[in-house]
C-alpha cells in the first residue's frame, strides 16, 4: 500500500475544514487517514487506485465523492506540435517493446510541486509499475532536448553517457556494475543482449529505462517549464493509462497538456484522454448491494465516483486502472451510497453447522490428556535444523526426507518431520519451571518422500519420566477410545531412545509411533537434567479404527 | 470469637510456645519451647492472626567485626605492628621494616599512609623514621578501641568512633555493616486471658487419619482442633489446554452455531489454489520468494477444465471482464508454497460444490505462513479464520448483516463498514469494532463478495460468495491478555500453568 502526505493547509483551502465530520468522509471514501498535525496529512491509498496516490489525483476523486465537482473531469488536449514525435525502432521489440510519451508546458514548479512529482513518479514505479518490473517513468526538461526522440535498443558497450548522480561517463554495463540505481535494478535487464535507450534528435542518450536518466537532460528544477514524459514497459494500455495519470496531475498543477506521435508501424497518439465505455445495468446493482435503486439515483451516484453515465454504459476516466468488470464499477456505486448507509440484514437459509471430524478426535484425545493433569503446549510448525536433527542425535546431512522452505528470513527454515523435538526444546527451555512436567501436542507433521506428506501426530512427554510412566500414559488413552495396540520391540532403535526401552506401537500390524526413554546423550544436548520418557504416534490410523 | 473456641484452634506448635511468649525473644522462645526458628516465627504469624499476639518489627544496623577485623583483635593492626617495629629500631628501610614486621603488601602500604597521616612516621630516601613521642605510643588509637568494642549499634555511634569507622570501611575485611530485624512481640488483652487460662490440648485431633476412623472411640466425643481457615495454602496446578486451542475451539462453536460447516486441508498448496484460483496475477508481489514460503518442488494441476478456466480469468477475463492480460504460466502455478491463508482452502471447496448443496456456509480456522522475521507484533505463523456463504441470491447487505452477527458473538456491539480493498473481493469491506478503552475504533475484519473472476472458474458461473475473515491471533491475545505474538508459541510452562481458563 501507498502512502500520501500533503500540506493540511492547502486541503482545507481547497477541499474543506479537517473536522470530525471530513475524517469519517476520508474513511467512508475508501482512504485511511493515517495521521496527521497542525501541517501534514498522511493517507493510505489502496494499491487498486494509482490514480490517486498523489494530492492533485486524490484532490480530483475525494471532490467528486463530496458532491462538489461530479462527473467525469476534462481536460484540454493540445494535438502534437511540429516534431513532437518518437521514433519507435524495431530492435526494442525483444527488449522493452512500447512507450507512451506526452509533452506538458507551461508548468511553474516549486519545491512542493517538484516533491509531488518525484513522489507520483516513485509511487508509480511501486505499484503498477511492481518495483520498475512492468513499467518505467522517465521526466526531462525539454529545454535540454532536441526533437524528435528515438527509442532503440543497442548493445550495452556501445551505451556510453554520464548518469544521473555521477560525474563519469559509463557504459551500459557499467552503470548496472557501478551505479547504485543500476546496482538496484540490474536484474530487470539481465540477459538482455540489447538495452533499450531514448535518444534525442542530435544524438544524446536521454536515458536508459527503467535503470536510470543521463546527466546530460538532468533533472526538474525550479526553472523547468516545459516537460517531455515517457512511460516504457512491456504494456501498452497500462503505459498509456500510466500516462494519463501524470499528464492530468500535471495539468491540475497547471500545465497544459500534447500529444505526441509515436512512429510504431501503426502510428499512436498518446496521451488519450477518451473515457473508456462499460455497461452497468441496474438490474444488476441492486441485485448485488441489495439495493432499490432508480436509474437516476445511479447516475448521481456514478457522477459522484468522477465517472459520467449515459443510459446503461458509464463513461470511465482515462486514468482508472482498476475497472476490470462490471462489479468494479458496482463497488464505486455503494462507495458513493455511503457503506454507513447500507442496512445490514441476514437472509433466513437454513444450513447446519459441523466441525471436521478430525478436529472433534483431536480435541477428545486432548481432553483425556488434561485429565491426566498434563498440559498441552503449542509449537510452530517451522523448525529449526539442528533441533529437529543434531540436537536429536542425527547427522543432518544423512537426512534427506525433510521439507525445506526457500530463502526463509529465519532460522526456522524447515518443517517439523515430528513433535517429539519440539518437546524436548520445551523442556530445555523450562528447567526452572516446576517438576514433574507432563506435557502433550497434537498437530501436523511433515515428511518428504515422493511428495510431502502432512501428517496429523500426537506426542506425549514426562519429566521426571520412565519408560512405565510413559506406558501408562498411553495405555489409558487408548484404553479410553477403545482400540486395541500393541508394543513391539523396534527393528532399529531410533536414535533418541535408550535401545531396550523403546517400544514400537502398533495398531492392526501397522506401525503408528515410537514410545521409549530418551538417551542422556541427547538431554545433555538440550541441557535437560531430568530423565525423560515420551512417545509420539501418528493419528491417520486411530481416525481410521474410530470411522468403524 | 469466644476464648474457648480459640484455644481449640491452636495448633500444637502454638500451645509450645504460648508460655514463653513473656521471654520476647525468638531465640529463648526457640531453646524453651524445643522448636526451631522457622516454626516459631511461623507460628507467631497464625498467634497474630488470632489476635492472640501484636508484632512488631525493628531494623537495626549492627556494626560487626570482619574476618580480618577479627584477626587484628587477636594480633594488633598491622599499623601497630609496624609502629612497635620502629619504636624498636627508629630508622629502617621499607623493605626490611615490611619483611620484619610480616605484613602483607596491602597491609604494608596501609600502614604506612595511616601512620603518615597521624604524623608518627616520616619518610626519607626510601627509609621510615620514627617519630612518635611515648605518650603517642602508648595510647590505643581511635581504630583500636573501636573494633575492640565491636558489635555496635550504628545509630548509637559517638562521632569519633564513627570516624574509626569510616576510616576502617576503605580496608579489607576489617569490619561488616549488618541489617537485623528484630521482633518485638506484645502480648494482647486477649492472649494474656489465653495464657491465664489453664489450656488443655491434648484431647484435639489433629489430622483425621484412618487410625483414628478405625475405632469410633478414637474419634467419639473428642474435640476436633479449629483450623485457620483464612491461612494460606501452597498453590497446585492442574492439566490444560494451551490458550490458542480453547480459542480455536470457541471460534469453532460461534461459526457452528452460525450453521457453518467446516474446511480442512493441507498446509503446502499449490499456489494455484493460494493464488491463481484467487484471481492473484501472477506478477502480484505477495507472490514473490520475500513475502511467501516456496518450497523448491512443483506439484500437478487439478482438473483441466478448472486450469484452463482459471488461465482464461486471468489472460482475457471471464465474460464481462477484462482480465488481467497477460501470458498465465502454467508452471509457475505449480510451484509449492505454505499456504498464506485459508482462503485457499475456501478456493477448493468452491470448486467441489454442486448445484444441489447450495446454499451452502463454510468455514476454516488455522495456521498460515508468510515469510517474516519475528518480533513482538510479527510472526511467520499466523492463526487465520474465515467462512463464506454460497448463495445465487446473497448480496452486499447480507455480507454486513453476517459480519455483524459475527462481530456481536465475538463480543463486539459497535461495528462500523467501511470501503476497501482485496484482489479476490469486490466490493470489499473492512469492519472496525469501536474499542471503548481507547476511544477508537479498531481494524477487526476482513471481508467482500468475492469477483466472478474467482467464481465463475471454480464454480461454472458467477454464484455470489460472501467472505470474511477477522484476525484471529489478535483477537486471541485480547482474549487472554497476551501483549508478545510470540507468546503464542512461547510454551512457557509456569505461565501456561497460571493462565486463566477461556469461559467462553
Known sequence: ?548 | MEIKKLIESLSPNEVKILPHLEENNIIEICKKSNLDKVSVLRSLEYLQNKKIVRLSSEKKKIVEIGVNGALYRKKGLPERRLLNLLDEKRIVEFKEAQKESNLSDDEFKVSIGVLKKKAMIELKNRKIIFSANKEEMSKKTLEESFIELLPLEYDVLSPEQLYALKSLQSRKDIIQIREEKTINIEITDLGKKIIDSKIKTQNLIEQITPEILKKDSQWKGKKFRRYDITSSVPAISGGKRHFVNQAIDYGRKIWTEMGFKEMTGNFVQSSFWNFDALFTAQDHPVREIHDTFFINKKVELPDKKIVEAVKKSHEKGITGSKGWRYDWDKEEAKRLVLRTHTTCLSAQTLSKLKPKDLPAKFFAIGANFRNETIDWNHGFELLQTEGIVVDPNANFRHLLGYLKQFAKKMGFEKIRFRPAYFPYTEPSVEGDVWNEERKEWVEYIAAGIFRPEVTEPLLGKPIPVLAWGPGFGRMIMNLFDVKDIRELNKNDLTKLRKMKFLMK
Open chain 1, 1 to 548: 500500500m501507498a502512502n500520501i502526505k500533503f500540506s493540511r493547509k492547502i486541503f482545507e483551502k481547497e477541499v474543506g475544514k479537517l473536522d470530525e465530520k471530513m475524517q469519517n468522509r476520508i474513511a467512508m471514501f475508501g482512504t485511511t487517514l493515517e495521521s496527521f498535525n497542525d501541517k501534514e496529512m498522511e493517507l493510505e491509498i489502496n494499491p487498486d487506485r494509482p490514480d490517486i496516490i498523489s494530492y492533485q489525483g486524490f484532490k480530483r476523486s475525494f471532490l467528486a465523492f463530496l458532491g462538489e465537482k461530479t462527473g467525469l473531469k476534462k481536460y484540454k488536449i493540445n494535438k502534437p506540435e511540429k516534431n513532437y514525435k518518437v521514433i519507435i525502432d524495431s530492435s526494442v521489440k525483444n527488449i522493452r517493446p512500447y512507450t507512451a510519451c506526452a509533452i506538458v508546458k507551461g508548468l511553474r514548479f516549486n519545491d512542493e510541486k517538484i516533491k509531488e512529482l518525484v513522489e507520483i513518479q516513485e509511487k508509480l514505479h511501486f505499484t503498477i509499475g511492481r518495483k520498475r518490473k512492468k513499467l518505467a517513468i522517465g521526466i526531462y526538461p525539454l529545454e535540454k532536448i532536441k526533437l524528435p526522440i528515438t527509442f532503440k535498443a543497442l548493445e550495452p558497450d556501445k551505451i556510453k553517457f554520464i548518469p544521473l548522480e555521477s560525474e563519469k561517463e559509463m557504459s551500459g554495463l557499467q552503470i548496472l556494475q557501478r551505479h547504485p540505481a543500476g546496482r538496484d535494478y540490474a536484474h530487470l535487464l539481465a540477459g538482455k543482449e540489447k538495452f533499450p535507450i531514448f535518444t534525442d534528435a542530435d544524438n544524446n542518450i536521454l536515458s536508459m529505462p527503467p535503470i536510470i536518466n543521463s546527466q546530460l537532460t538532468g533533472k526538474i528544477t525550479e526553472k523547468t517549464k516545459d516537460v517531455f514524459i515517457e512511460c516504457s514497459g512491456f504494456d501498452f494500455e497500462i503505459l498509456k493509462k500510466c500516462l494519463n495519470i501524470i499528464v492530468t496531475s500535471l495539468a491540475d498543477m497547471g500545465g497544459n497538456i500534447y500529444q505526441m506521435e509515436l512512429k510504431y508501424k501503426r502510428k499512436q497518439i498518446t496521451p488519450d484522454l477518451t473515457p473508456e465505455k462499460a455497461k452497468i445495468s441496474l438490474e444488476n446493482t441492486n441485485k448485488l448491494l441489495g439495493l432499490n435503486l432508480k436509474e437516476k439515483e445511479l447516475k448521481q451516484l456514478i457522477k459522484k465516483m468522477g465517472h459520467d453515465y449515459n443510459k446503461s454504459f458509464v463513461e470511465i476516466p482515462a486514468w482508472r486502472t482498476d475497472i476490470l468488470h462490471e462489479v468494479d464499477l458496482i463497488e464505486d456505486v455503494a462507495i458513493a451510497y455511503g457503506y454507513e448507509n447500507f442496512v445490514p440484514e441476514i437472509p433466513e437459509i437454513a444450513t447446519i453447522g459441523q466441525e471436521d471430524t478430525k478436529e472433534i478426535i483431536k480435541r477428545k484425545l486432548s481432553d483425556i490428556f488434561t485429565g491426566l493433569d498434563m498440559l498441552e503446549v503449542s509449537n510452530y510448525h517451522l523448525t529449526i535444523k539442528k533441533d529437529q536433527f543434531t540436537k536429536m542425535g542425527v547427522q543432518e546431512k544423512q537426512e534427506k526426507n525433510f521439507v525445506e522452505l526457500e530463502e526463509s528470513k529465519t532460522n526456522y527454515t524447515i518443517l517439523r518431520k515430528d513433535i517429539v523435538h519440539y518437546l524436548l526444546k520445551v523442556f530445555s527451555e523450562n528447567i526452572d519451571s516446576e517438576y514433574p512436567q507432563a506435557i502433550f501436542e497434537t498437530g501436523k507433521v511433515f515428511v518428504l518422500e515422493n511428495e510431502i506428506l502432512e501428517k496429523e501426530n500426537l506426542a506425549a512427554a514426562i519429566a521426571p519420566g520412565n519408560f512405565t510412566q510413559a506406558k501408562q500414559v498411553l495405555e489409558y488413552l487408548f484404553r479410553m477410545i477403545d482400540i486395541k495396540i500393541s508394543l513391539k520391540e523396534p527393528k532399529e532403535c531410533p536414535l533418541h531412545f535408550i535401545e531396550g526401552r523403546v517400544a514400537e506401537i502398533i495398531l492392526k500390524n501397522k506401525s503408528i509411533g515410537f514410545i521409549g526413554e530418551v538417551h542422556p546423550k541427547i538431554l545433555k544436548n538440550w541441557k535437560i537434567k531430568m530423565p525423560v520418557a515420551l512417545f509420539e504416534i501418528n493419528l491417520e490410523e486411530v481416525f481410521e479404527a474410530l470411522k468403524e
